[in-house]
């Protein structure tokens, strides 16, 4: 029984030893080989992003410099060069790398998962970050822990410290300092961020003018990239933000609950852009405006275009910036109308809407869609006649608005808080109400019928279609009418002639100061009756286009 007992006893041992020996050499040799890796990684990344800086336009250059080599480990400065208006400006990171593919401070955390690499990033403090340095109270005011996994993908984490100060130079800031994480997946064009910032309030100093205070609280931001279907790439972004308010001495401006959301989706080689933002609550002076929300929305983009123009509209702009720097190249111009050119080649449209306004009395929302043909072409042809090359320009043009009844008293009463002077004086003869007066105006532009009220809405509708332009227009639809060209243009003439001299009518002109040899009129005694005024008879132009209503 000893005997097996001691037998057993070797190759147990003897396996164990072998299965530590496999992990000792599986270890350090994957940690070696990744080693390798991460240096060559290192230098190929640094070049891949020089490359892609410069394709963008953009002034800055990345350089990495291996300060240590190790078994576990690896030490590089990374070198963040930024070149703006002629002078350079530069941050120093330090960069240290674990080795995978069990980095030391994974298996410290009990993660046993292999991994490529892990990397510690902060920001070094020397002669040019000290001042950062003191304002995070010694904090690195950047950090950042990346981990890169054996499928290539890398996620991180990452701070900007808490910063502050309050001074009589440089005014008052307080920032709480931001958290963010995200993944990349360079092998499968996919990257995600998130990222929340929870205070930040800043206050300049104080001039001539008084002073103001900017706080955010609560913004949150997030955005994501597939590029998988590199026919078809998406890219999507949201911020949040949970109140804003920019405060000055006479003034304050506040929003509740801003949210912007932001798309980018390609299909081939178009390209659509969309954006939505929505304040759910602006005040002013304590005001209550109600809710405002509005959309810009681009399709047709030729995909390829729109980035080379992006870039050589970037460039030029950084060039303007230089000190001693010319005006741009006519070839440089040339470059950028030909991106131009390549960008609205596929027939674009664009929308503005819809921006509506929502009060509790009511809501109004207003739609303007125009759709182009490719106007740099027509610039040999009509370059001299910006009217011309705008009819040439344009295939259609389309506007909506609309607005509830009530809405126009809800907008009076708003006027009429924001505005002091609306506010009467004691003894002053009542005038009419900015309620009573807009709907005043609002008729007078209902009759004159360059708006329609229907079924509790007023609005306006415009419709032009054109083809293979405006310039060859047939019919201008109106408020459901339909007109040609010349007798639209003739009728909205006529009718805004007509609503224009109503409207100057409802307010009289101001009193003229008296003159040598005039005495002015006597003002009624206190209780008495000023003598009634006749009005002159009033002439309103005969309307026009009558043939139609």
Known sequence: MLHITHIMGKKITKTLAAVVL??????????????????????????DINAQLRSNGLPVQVTSEKKDAGLFSSTYTLTLRIDNAGQSHSLDFNVQVEHGPLPLSRLQQGKLEPVRALSHVTLI??????RLFELSQ?????????????????????????????????GQLHFDGMHFEGTVDASNQVAQFAGNM?????????????TSTLIFRDLEMSSQYDGRDTKNPLWRQQSTLAAFSLASDNAKLEIDQYQTDSEADTQDSGLALQQTTVLNRVRINGTDLGKLQYAVAASGL???????????????????????EQAAPQQQWLALLASLDLMLSGKPELTIGPIAWTLPEGAASATINVALNNPVPLLSQFGNDPYAL???????????????????????????????SALTSPGSVPEPTTAEKLDTIIDILVTNQLLYRKQGQIGLNV??????????????AMNGKQYDPLEFVNAVQTRAAAAELQIRQLTPPPAQPDTPGQQAPEQPASGQQAPEQVAPEQHIPEQEGSRQD
């Open 22 to 47: 496999l992990v000792i050499l599986g270890y350090f040799g994957g940690t070696w080989y990744s080693g390798t890796k991460v240096d060559e990684q290192v230098i190929r990344r640094t070049q």
């Open 302 to 324: 030729d995909r390829a275009g729109a980035m080379q123009f992006i870039t050589q509209a970037w460039q030029q702009l950084l060039n303007a910036g230089q000190a001693g």
């Open 463 to 476: 419709n032009i279609e054109g083809d293979p332009s405006l310039a060859s227009a047939g019919a201008v």
């Open 198 to 210: 929870p205070l930040i309030q800043v206050t300049p100093p104080k001039n001539e003018t008084g």
């Open 138 to 170: 010694g904090q690195p005011p950047l950090e950042l822990l990346l981990t890169t996994h054996l499928d290539g993908q890398t996620r991180y984490r990452g701070s900007v410290a808490s910063l502050s100060f309050n001074n009589t130079r440089d």
């Open 390 to 420: 705008l009819l040439n320009a344009l295939r259609s043009v389309r506007f909506q608005l609309q607005a509830d009844q009530a809405m126009p008293q809800g907008v009076a009463n708003r006027v009429s808080q924001l505005n002091a």
């Open 125 to 130: 403090n020397n002669e040019k970050t000290s």
